[in-house]
């Protein structure tokens, strides 16, 4: 008998009508034979609730006590879901993070699983009853209670299924799949069939917002078959597994991109190794995340690295590096702003040479002034200015054969 | 170094800033040398929030999972209040029920504590911190989150007292201590400095509503120093504990009494045994509490036997017996409504016979009839018509000395 892991988020079980929903789609799953297993989010605001909460009392709550609290969310939706099963006349049991034997390690706030501990719910499972599991959440071995960090619902699926073998992996979400580019941006952008584990894992870092990164690369480690589908209707939605078996013509499969990015260059006045290191290692203990870095070295100019940030970092890295000068020794900080990042992204690329030359003869046939490149073996990235954002966007999904032909 | 336990119920814990003001009074105890633990229900309103969650899925939701339901409420406050601790810059760990080791019962909603494992709470009150531990809440021995029902947060004050081996435990609520009679109905009612376990159980049974019976049962069987104070104020409450060693001289210790009581009473065709275990089982099957039980048998009349059950539940105990009639063997069933119980405590009782005598001529003066009676070694309970409750109360409690000579 095949197991499944169905995961719903919070806008999916943000009401009493809503869980009942969830509950059905559930059952349907079980009538053909499956065992299946449920893990769910907090209901819609709790959890910015319970955030109210604790600043009330605290602007730097102890980390450990944050969990405590935020627990309870999805310890609220586990219960709900249960009850509904039992009102369509279903056998279900409940399971916080430390019931259903998720063992993580002891960091608060953004905890990673390391065992699961399946018994209880292969037990519940072997006796025909559904299991809910509360996602986010796990315990420590010192009987803590830890959560997961951003996407942490997903990742609690994603490690189930593999923990319990399962068929595969559902995320229910508020999209009904995975789309070749943003559709409120790119007029011909389309939901994909299917989608690589590598792909999706640049999709999701590049912000294309419905799998958290963690969950793919779980996902990935463990090739659990994952699936993105909406929540409100029957679509099949996109799957994402190691092998695409359609569309492998295609060498890029998608086209992200990403507004307000800041610049900051710094120059030094000599090659000085140890400058590079204390920069980055300045902004990480400030915790700005910083993405691309270029770094030029010539004898003609002084040395100087580029990186981005997102621009509502950017007045404290400002800050942060001025105040740290002296240390880092740098002689000269430029900044630009109204910056955007456009990301094409494929597997077919590493095979196929002259991707990262055709990119950037499509930009500059749409007059785009490249700032800054990075590229990986599936990803090539480009910062250009904001307000040409969208128009390369178009221009790159149009031309790398993503628009359907009725649209284009 | 002594341990002290102190509980806060639902309205002293109802908002960020009382729960930083409990934070702050839990500080004081600790600033005078003691190891404290801090017991604490859910916030205000939250259980009756929760409560109409489950409701709007099913009227009939799984007991388990209302006890996974209902324990968030207090795991929330935990974590609220040892984030007020830090705040006010001391160290504190929270603790859920299984967390503190209370083991219960598998009796979901209604579960008694059988052991605590102490460990994890000696440990963090050995590195001096506050312990704050979620009322009210515990696990079975399957890992299931229960529930202790009602009054359950005290019990688990009192249960933690006695497992820890406390100096005492405090119970903090929105009255003063424990009166010798409601002073909403009792002119001269006043605070007492202290009462035995007896004499409160009794007064808790009878609805004094300060303390749960449960509790009361606990901390006697354990010998805990109990204490009943305001959350509010630093007056030292009322002491609860095995001897009394003030007011030696007092036969009666309080006034309890309960409007809305109805009387039921069933005769039968014969004397035949079986019909009173019938009639009992039967409402106990529908979970109808009956408080005064009396059976009257002679050679003249037919049997029967009378009770007094709440006047809410009325209606529900009359259409189950008529239900159940031909199973139970009954010809008529009377009614009479309209009703009060009025009760006098304590355990200065026992050795003063003629005090039934007694109270029975102070209602006569007052011109009460007395529908029923009951006894017990420290209590002494009357049913008498509504509107003589209060009256009937005043008079007692004057001609018993518990007034005092100023207001008399």
Same mark, same amino acid.
């Given at each position: 008998?095949?197991?499944?892991?169905?995961?719903?988020?919070?806008?999916? $079980?943000?009401?009493?009508?809503?869980?009942?929903?969830? /509950?059905?789609?559930?059952?349907?799953?079980?009538?053909?034979?499956?065992?299946?297993?449920?893990? =769910?989010?907090?209901?819609?605001?709790?959890? @910015?609730?319970?955030?109210?909460?604790?600043?009330?009392?605290?602007?730097?709550? &102890?980390?450990?006590?944050?969990?405590?609290?935020?627990?309870?969310?999805?310890?609220?939706?586990?219960?709900?879901?249960? *009850? #509904?099963?039992?009102?369509?006349?279903?056998?279900?049991?409940?399971?916080?993070?430390?019931?259903?034997?998720?063992?993580?390690?002891?960091?608060?706030?953004?905890?990673?699983?390391?065992?699961?501990?399946?018994?209880?719910?292969?037990?519940?499972?072997?006796?025909?009853?559904?299991? $809910?599991?509360?996602?986010?959440?796990? %315990?420590?071995?010192? +009987?803590?209670?830890?959560?997961?960090?951003?996407?942490?619902?997903?990742?609690?699926?994603?490690?189930?299924? #593999?923990?319990?073998?399962?068929?595969?992996?559902?995320?229910?979400?508020?999209?009904?799949? =995975?789309?070749?580019? @943003?559709?409120?941006?790119?007029?011909? /952008?389309?939901?994909?069939?299917?989608?690589?584990?590598?792909?999706?894992?640049?999709?999701?870092?590049?912000?294309?917002?419905?799998?958290?990164? !963690?969950?793919?690369?779980?996902?990935?480690?463990?090739?659990?078959?994952?699936? $993105?589908?909406?929540?409100?209707?029957?679509?099949?939605?996109?799957?994402?597994?190691?092998?695409?078996? $359609?569309?492998?013509?295609?060498?890029?499969?998608?086209? #992200?991109?990403?507004?307000?990015?800041?610049?900051?260059?710094?120059?030094?006045?000599?090659?000085?190794?140890?400058?590079?290191?204390?920069?980055?290692?300045?902004?990480?203990?400030?915790?700005?995340?910083?993405?691309?870095?270029?770094?030029?070295?010539?004898?003609?100019?002084?040395?100087?690295?580029?990186?981005?940030?997102?621009?509502?970092?950017?007045?404290?890295?400002?800050?942060?590096?001025?105040?740290?000068?002296?240390?880092? +020794?740098?002689?000269?900080?430029?900044?630009?702003?109204?910056?955007?990042? %456009?990301?094409?992204?494929?597997?077919?690329?590493?095979?196929?040479?002259?991707?990262?030359? !055709?990119?950037?003869?499509?930009?500059?046939?749409?007059?785009? &002034?490249?700032? *800054?490149?990075?590229?990986?073996?599936?990803?090539?990235?480009? =910062? %250009?200015?904001?307000?040409?954002?969208?128009?390369? /966007?178009? /221009?790159?999904?149009?031309?790398?054969?993503?628009?359907?032909?009725?649209?284009?």
């Amino acid at each position: 008998m095949t197991t499944i892991v169905m995961k719903f988020g919070g806008t999916s $079980v943000a009401t009493p009508e809503k869980i009942l929903g969830v /509950a059905k789609r559930a059952i349907r799953e079980k009538e053909q034979g499956k065992r299946v297993v449920i893990v =769910v989010s907090a209901m819609g605001k709790t959890t @910015d609730a319970l955030l109210g909460l604790a600043s009330d009392i605290s602007q730097e709550p &102890p980390k450990r006590e944050m969990d405590m609290l935020l627990a309870t969310g999805e310890q609220v939706t586990i219960s709900l879901l249960a *009850m #509904a099963f039992k009102k369509l006349g279903h056998d279900a049991l409940s399971f916080t993070g430390w019931q259903a034997g998720i063992e993580t390690e002891s960091v608060p706030r953004n905890a990673r699983i390391e065992t699961i501990h399946t018994k209880r719910l292969e037990d519940a499972l072997d006796s025909g009853l559904f299991c $809910v599991v509360a996602g986010f959440q796990g %315990v420590d071995r010192s +009987g803590n209670i830890t959560t997961l960090g951003r996407g942490g619902s997903d990742t609690t699926a994603v490690a189930l299924a #593999a923990a319990l073998k399962a068929e595969k992996c559902e995320i229910y979400t508020d999209v009904d799949g =995975v789309y070749t580019s @943003d559709p409120r941006y790119v007029t011909g /952008a389309r939901k994909l069939e299917q989608i690589s584990y590598d792909e999706m894992l640049e999709l999701a870092n590049l912000g294309a917002g419905v799998l958290h990164p !963690r969950a793919v690369e779980f996902a990935k480690n463990n090739l659990v078959p994952l699936s $993105v589908r909406a929540s409100y209707s029957d679509e099949p939605g996109t799957t994402i597994q190691e092998v695409i078996t $359609v569309e492998k013509n295609l060498i890029v499969r998608g086209v #992200a991109f990403e507004p307000d990015i800041a610049r900051i260059t710094v120059s030094y006045s000599k090659p000085f190794n140890g400058s590079l290191a204390n920069i980055f290692t300045t902004l990480a203990q400030h915790l700005i995340d910083v993405d691309i870095i270029v770094q030029s070295i010539s004898d003609e100019f002084p040395p100087s690295v580029s990186f981005s940030i997102k621009e509502d970092s950017l007045e404290e890295a400002k800050r942060v590096l001025s105040e740290a000068r002296g240390h880092i +020794g740098f002689t000269a900080m430029d900044v630009e702003t109204g910056l955007a990042k %456009v990301s094409i992204v494929g597997s077919g690329m590493v095979s196929n040479p002259g991707v990262a030359a !055709r990119m950037f003869d499509i930009l500059r046939g749409q007059d785009v &002034p490249v700032k *800054m490149v990075s590229t990986s073996e599936i990803k090539i990235s480009v =910062v %250009v200015p904001s307000d040409t954002m969208k128009r390369s /966007a178009n /221009a790159l999904h149009d031309a790398y054969g993503l628009t359907p032909a009725t649209v284009q």
